[in-house]
Structure formats: structure tokens, C-alpha cells
């Protein structure tokens, strides 16, 4: 099961990437709502379906990079 989606009308340039919005499609923790947004990432690979990891703000995670577990 998803636990985000990727906001593809939401989307920044960012050293030549193209990092999109996420929004959570359940809770997440004790700190996510559903339909919350959150920061930006390039690809789903970048933030794990499981657990409690999140991106806040208006972070952004793209590349190699990989945010999981509770983070």
C-alpha cells in the first residue's frame, strides 16, 4: 500500500532535476495527516513506502539519496 503520492502539477527544477511535491495518503506517525503535503523528491525511490520516514518543508531528496525507516 502507498503511503504517498507524488504531486505531479507541484514540481520544482532544482540542479538540473525535476523534484516533485509529495502528499500522504495515510498517516504517517503522530505527525502526518493524510492528504498533508510535504517536501519535494525526484523519484519514489528517493522516500520509502514503509515505516514513519517523511520529508518536511520544503526539503528536497534526489540522486542516490534514500529516506526510510523513521526518519
Do not use: C
Request: no cysteine; hydrophobic share 40%.
Amino acid at each position: 500500500m502507498a503511503k504517498y503520492e507524488l504531486v505531479l502539477n507541484d514540481k520544482k527544477e532544482f540542479l538540473g532535476r525535476t523534484l516533485y511535491r509529495v502528499r500522504a495518503l495515510v498517516a504517517i506517525g503522530s505527525l502526518v495527516a493524510p492528504g498533508q503535503l510535504g517536501g519535494y523528491i525526484e523519484k519514489e525511490t528517493n522516500l520509502d513506502h514503509y515505516g514513519d520516514a517523511w520529508v518536511y518543508g520544503d526539503a528536497k531528496v534526489y540522486g542516490n539519496a534514500w529516506v526510510s525507516g523513521n526518519a
